[in-house]
């Protein structure tokens, strides 16, 4: 570099005055020859400034030294261990400074700070956000003592057409209780929405039935008051305790309400308690805890199922052994309360499910909620090692200022303390960033998430949120400072002065590269993941319901008159109602149903034909729904043959019915069942024939995945007599492009036409729709956007790799273009490096995809876990997003000017 001016005289006599002689000349050398690279690069007058701030930097850091060594009359290293005032307080300053030092270092470089502090902040916002959740919903979910000991029970009866698992009667709940000796108490209760009725209110709750044994089994205790008692039992009295939300809403937290009485259920009933806050059984919607009598057992009736068992078991006791002893008492119920043939018949098939409380209460939700959580820890794993690749360049680059401490005596743990203390500045500033974001996050994942989550309401960042902060916060500072500063503090100072540090060491190069590597299969783990969920969320939006979801508003309403006693006069008030609604503006059509599609399900009964009846056949279990108004049209379920219901349809003594397509092939086969007749499989001696009218399209009654569409049979509002099928509070469908605003116009309507009813359940199909999807939705959502920062914080890495490769090959790739090489040879060299780091990862991430994403088979739908279109498109998109992260430092290794390099040679 013949020809460059020499660095300022000034400044290089101030270093040799301030330096050691063992170190002098190899640091003085090593910074002119820098200082000519820049003027040769940048000009003389950005490279005499850089010397000079490089050379009061080395003096002042001498000198500082030497000072310090005088005053205290030892050497540095022997300061520490010997201070008369003892080693913690030693190490106590020692730290102090180290941390002033390496805030002013961060300080000037604020670039390297502002990125790495932002990356852990939406790494551990993400994660704590997350965790608040999970430890809502998954980690503390019963506020109940001993929750560990409480299970909940139901049967199951493999060979019958019952569901998978179903509540039990009341016999069960009898004989577990005088003969369970695992058992140590046990409640029963059954889950209603009902009508209650204070003097100015009226609406529609969830209540809860049930034995007072259920307060002991929990081990609760109320808020205000007490809890119903078996004296309350003996004596039927109408008692019930109502919720927290229930007493300071309706009214206003007075704590007068004990012994207050109003109608709930259709009942004058006495408040003789009220619950804390917390309690919520058997979910947050209930708002009241009646008393329910249990029936004589000479007076119970077996096989009315429909109750929900709850109980506490003594403490050792594991869950198998409960249920093999369930199991033993429930063979002996026909011996203790008799029933039919088909009652013995399902006893003999039946076996007891005893599943933990706690498993009850989460439900479908925990898988998703642990994916979520994982998914955001691989996020995590990818910042810290994005991170952890900028330290190493850092480290890299002071090679030289921890070679001077070194050889002015400082020892191996001084060197790793000094880079630790950047490490945890640097993880203190991205974990109070990361508890902002995530005090931002919390209620937003609230608000996406499905409904159905318990506890949800209770999500906050509590005292173990921020302990999981701090937690993450030393993790980080552990993963992406440590290893660096271990390996940047070995003694090999003048080596590391002598060294120009233009293409780093090999096992720099490796380590950057490995962590490459790990960014990049982590990402392509999220984006397989987030695809497969995706196609899934595609598959479920394709599936044909039978019906359309768009533009219908439905709501009930629960009318209460003493005239409304029969099944004509509830299908006149109906009927009155639909006319009036129908009239509003941009009305098309109205209907009711008693119970809508995903919803509430629908009822089921056996329903036996002729044919059934002359081969002695066991009646098949349909479900069945009551309609009236134009329901079908509204709906756009299409009417195969026959007719659709019609006004004389819903008098008495009609008997007249619908039935799906697949009910029709169950019922009658290869017949036109236009004419057919069926009964209610549990009336053989009096029941009343139905007279098949019509046949309709098959629809999807309670979700998007059923693997078929279930058989239906529908039945007026009317039936054969007039106290048959008293439709009291059904669902209206409402078909209007107004349906997302119609509430507050019909609920005015309501007011008029009957001010005792009240409307509720109100939504819009579309809605009804969205929920029934909401779980994979979130899922979804929180994976795309997961795998979206990873792949921005993959291409970054990689970016910042090849660019610090290139800016420490520049005279080499200089010198190659002025040897001939062709700018595109030069972009193809550096783009290939990046593809082959980048390949490597994609590799490494379709081997951890194939093991991890069979997790998400129980959330798929119409794909495969192994899905082979999903795993190549995603690792194309990958390296499709490396080469473009590869391209832009190729690009600009490619335009350096070969002149440069001819003169600086």
């Known amino acids: 570099m013949t020809g460059l001016p020499p660095p300022p005289k000034l400044a290089r006599r101030l270093l040799a005055l301030a330096l050691p002689a063992d170190v002098r000349d190899p640091i ?8 000519r690279r820049l003027s040769d690069q940048q000009g003389a007058t950005r490279a005499r400034r850089w010397y000079w701030r490089e050379a009061l930097a080395f003096a002042g850091g001498f ?34 400074t180290d941390f002033t030092h390496a805030a002013r270092r961060l300080l ?5 700070t502002l990125v790495t502090v932002a990356t852990l902040a939406l790494a551990i916002g993400a994660n704590t956000a997350i965790f608040s959740v999970v430890d809502a919903v998954l980690i503390d979910p019963l506020p109940y003592p001993n929750a560990d000991r409480l299970v909940t029970i139901r049967g199951t009866a493999p060979g019958s057409d019952l569901p998978g698992e179903f509540p039990v009667g009341p016999e069960f709940f009898v004989s577990y209780r005088d003969e369970a000796d695992l058992i140590e108490d046990i409640g029963m209760y059954q889950a209603v929405q009902s009508t209650a009725r204070t003097d100015d209110r009226v609406d529609r709750l969830f209540m809860v039935g049930g034995s007072s044994s259920l307060f002991t089994t929990l081990g609760v205790k109320p808020l205000l008051g007490r809890l119903p008692t078996k004296e309350d039992d003996a004596q039927r009295a109408p008692v019930m305790v109502i919720s927290h939300s229930l007493w300071t809403t309706w009214f206003a937290s007075d704590p007068a309400i004990l012994g ?43 096989g009315r199922l429909g109750f929900q068992l709850v109980a506490r078991t003594k403490p050792g006791v594991k869950t198998p052994d409960v249920t093999a002893q369930l199991a033993t008492i429930a063979k002996r119920l026909p011996e203790r309360f008799g029933g039919t043939a088909r009652y013995a018949q399902l006893i003999a098939q039946h076996h007891p499910v005893v599943r933990s409380l706690e498993e009850d209460v989460v439900g479908d939700v925990a898988r998703p909620l642990w994916i979520v959580l994982g998914t955001v820890g691989i996020v995590f794993l990818i910042a810290c090692a994005n991170v952890a690749n900028l330290f190493i360049v850092r480290s890299e680059s002071r090679r030289r200022d921890l070679a001077v401490r070194s050889a002015l005596g400082a020892g191996r743990a001084g060197l790793i303390r000094s880079q630790m203390a950047e490490a945890l500045l640097l993880a203190l500033l991205g974990g109070a960033g990361g508890a902002l974001v995530a005090s931002l996050g919390v209620p937003l994942l609230v608000s996406a998430a499905p409904e159905g989550v318990p506890n949800l309401d209770l999500v906050a960042l509590s005292p173990l949120s921020v302990l999981f902060t701090a937690g993450l916060t030393i993790l980080a500072a552990c993963v992406f400072g440590l290893l660096p500063a271990i390996r940047f503090s070995r003694p090999q100072a003048l080596g590391d002065l002598r060294q120009t540090g233009r293409i780093g060491s090999p096992q720099g190069r490796l380590a950057r590269h490995a962590l490459v590597v790990l960014q990049t299969a982590s990402a392509l783990v999220l984006l397989v993941a987030a695809g497969l969920l995706a196609r899934s969320f595609w598959e479920l939006s394709r599936v044909d319901l039978g019906y359309k979801t768009d533009n219908i ?22 009927q009155g109602l639909m006319e009036k609604i129908a009239a509003m503006p941009g009305v098309e059509s109205v209907g009711l149903v008693n119970e809508l599609p995903l919803d509430e399900g629908s009822g089921m009964s056996r329903f036996a034909t002729e044919a059934t009846d002359a081969a002695g056949a066991t009646a098949p279990l349909v479900p069945f729904s009551t309609t009236g108004g134009d329901y079908f049209k509204t709906m756009s379920i299409p009417l195969v043959s026959g007719r659709l219901f019609e006004r004389p349809d819903h008098a008495v003594g009609m008997s007249n019915a619908l039935v799906s397509r697949a009910a029709a092939q169950r019922f009658w086969p290869n017949e036109d069942p236009i004419g057919k007749r069926f009964r209610f499989g549990s009336d053989p001696a009096t029941g009343t024939w139905h007279t098949v009218v019509g046949v309709v399209g098959d629809i999807r009654l309670r979700n998007f995945r059923q693997e078929a569409a279930d058989p239906m049979i529908y039945l007026p509002m009317v039936g054969p007599t007039a106290r048959t099928w008293v439709v009291g509070s059904p669902a209206y469908v409402v078909k209007s492009t107004r349906a997302a ?54 291409a970054v890495g990689l970016y910042g790799v090849l660019s610090y490769v290139v800016s420490q090959r520049t005279r080499e790739i200089a010198v190659r273009m002025a040897l001939g090489a062709e700018r595109s040879a030069v972009r193809r060299m550096v783009v290939l490096q ?69 003169r600086g040679d």
């Open 553 to 574: 508003f439905t709501f009930q309403v629960a009318p209460q008159r003493p005239q409304l006693n029969d099944g004509p006069t509830f299908a006149q008030f109906h």
């Open 834 to 902: 990046g593809g082959r780091v980048a390949l490597l990862g994609v590799g490494v991430g379709i081997l951890v995809a194939l093991g991890v994403t069979s997790v998400l088979k129980s959330l798929l739908f119409g794909v495969n876990a192994f899905d082979a279109v999903t795993f190549i498109a995603m690792s194309v998109v990958m390296l499709l997003v490396a080469m473009l992260a590869s391209y832009i430092p190729a690009y600009r290794a490619s335009s350096v000017d070969p002149m440069q390099a001819l």
């Open 108 to 112: 000037r470089a604020p670039g390297f």
């Open 28 to 35: 003085a050398d090593d910074l002119a020859e820098v200082y």
């Open 63 to 96: 000198l500082m030294e030497r000072l310090r060594e005088r005053a205290t009359g030892r050497s540095p290293i022997t300061t520490t261990n010997q201070d008369r005032r003892g080693p913690m307080r030693g190490l106590f300053e020692s730290w102090t």
């Open 260 to 302: 207050r009485s109003f109608e709930a259920s259709g009942t004058k009933r006495t408040v003789i308690g009220v619950m804390g806050p917390e309690f919520r059984f058997p979910d947050s919607r209930t708002s009241v805890w009646m008393r329910a009598s249990i029936a004589d057992e000479k007076r119970i009736t077996p």
């Open 741 to 794: 605003s119609l509430a507050p116009e019909i609920r005015a309507l309501l007011r008029e036409y009957a001010p005792e009813a009240p409307m509720y359940r109100i939504f819009t199909m579309e809605g009804l729709a969205d929920r029934a999807l909401a779980q994979l939705t979130f899922t979804t959502l929180i994976l795309a956007i997961a795998s979206g920062l990873a792949l921005v914080l993959g």
